[in-house]
């Protein structure tokens, strides 16, 4: 009874936004077309929604998984219905605990874009160049940085030097102690955590495929989603106090720095696909800016690097997997 009630406050509310919204968006992948027609529209909210009341099983079972997790259920009607309004789905949020601590990796789609700073770029420097097309296979990153509580959780101690634990973000961890740390979180939860790649850092910071364009990751003005030297009080902070980007991703620019797996190189001009960085050098590449910086640091194209043993007090990190 409760599902069925359930079900039925869904479909008046998704009733009114058909009556709104009477159009369909061109299938950007198979997988939101249910029916198989070439388009996402309510038809396939309507076929979904018949399957989940009335078991009516038209097409494949697999065509109405469409967030792909397994089950069918009202989210995948969500996904639906954000393709249909924004032409592009949610994405995916999945949520870990480890020793009591849980922390959210959100779901990157693949895609291509520029990476480095444009031409017109003002504030870049020249390890930015050249700007060159980038292609990524999908991945998840930390929606936000590692915490003080999610590293005291996994390595039992607090490296960060503003150690009030919690959901500040944890500093003070140099690239050595990330994997480090890593290898035991991967220990306890039996998956494969690792650092982002400097290619999946920049494109999830730009926003992935809902990029607006922003300068900063998620805005153009940087004291919307950035801690950095005019408005940090000189000193870090909790994570998720700015506004995310457009996959939902907190603190990209800003608050700590956030060390990638990639050792420092030049970039190439010629289009890449899933790039690593040079094989081996002498300094590993953290990217972001920080509390303690400049704005211009907070850009999404700003690189710097150290060695793998450097460790301050604006330098933290992100996961991917």
């Keep these: 009874m409760l599902i069925m009630k359930t079900f039925k406050k869904l479909s008046l509310a998704m009733g009114a936004i058909v009556a709104l919204f009477a159009f369909s968006q061109p299938a950007a992948a198979s997988k939101w077309d249910v029916n198989g027609d070439g388009s996402v529209t309510s038809t396939d909210v309507t076929v979904l929604y018949n399957y989940l009341l009335n078991g009516d099983l038209v097409y494949p079972t697999s065509a109405y998984d469409v967030d792909g997790d397994g089950h069918i259920t009202s989210v995948d009607i969500t996904e639906i219905y954000n393709v249909m309004l924004n032409g592009m789905p949610t994405?995916?949020?999945?949520?870990?605990?480890?020793?009591?601590?849980?922390?959210?990796?959100?779901?990157?789609?693949?895609?291509?874009?520029?990476?480095?700073?444009?031409?017109?770029?003002?504030?870049?420097?020249?390890?930015?160049?050249?700007?060159?097309?980038?292609?990524?296979?999908?991945?998840?990153?930390?929606?936000?940085?590692?915490?003080?509580?999610?590293w005291q959780a996994v390595m039992g101690n607090n490296p960060a030097s503003n150690n009030g634990g919690g959901t500040l973000a944890v500093e003070m961890v140099s690239w050595d102690d990330c994997q480090q740390f890593i290898a035991k979180l991967n220990e306890l939860t039996g998956k494969t955590f690792r650092l982002p790649t400097e290619a999946e850092w920049e494109f999830a910071a730009r926003?992935?495929?809902?990029?607006?364009?922003?300068?900063?990751?998620?805005?153009?003005?940087?004291?919307?989603?950035?801690?950095?030297?005019?408005?940090?009080?000189?000193?870090?902070?909790g994570v998720a106090l700015k506004a995310p980007n457009e996959l939902g991703l907190y603190d990209m620019s800003g608050n700590v720095w956030e060390w990638v797996n990639d050792w420092n190189g030049t970039y190439?001009?010629?289009?890449?696909?899933?790039?690593?960085?040079?094989?081996?050098?002498?300094?590993?590449?953290?990217?972001?800016?920080?509390?303690?910086?400049?704005?211009?640091?907070?850009?999404?194209?700003?690189?710097?690097?150290?060695?793998?043993?450097?460790?301050?007090?604006?330098?933290?990190?992100?996961?991917?997997?």
């Design 268 to 321: 190439p001009s010629e289009p890449q696909v899933d790039p690593t960085g040079p094989a081996s050098e002498t300094r590993r590449v953290f990217r972001g800016g920080s509390w303690f910086g400049e704005g211009n640091n907070c850009r999404v194209s700003q690189r710097f690097k150290m060695e793998p043993d450097f460790a301050d007090d604006d330098i933290g990190f992100r996961l991917a997997m």
């Design 207 to 237: 926003g992935g495929n809902l990029s607006k364009g922003y300068l900063f990751s998620g805005s153009n003005s940087v004291d919307d989603v950035a801690w950095y030297d005019l408005n940090s009080g000189e000193s870090s902070h």
């Design 91 to 150: 994405p995916v949020v999945t949520e870990y605990t480890v020793n009591g601590v849980t922390f959210a990796m959100v779901t990157v789609d693949g895609g291509t874009f520029r990476m480095g700073a444009a031409d017109d770029d003002e504030g870049a420097h020249s390890n930015e160049y050249p700007a060159h097309q980038v292609k990524v296979s999908s991945y998840a990153i930390g929606q936000t940085e590692v915490t003080q509580e999610l």
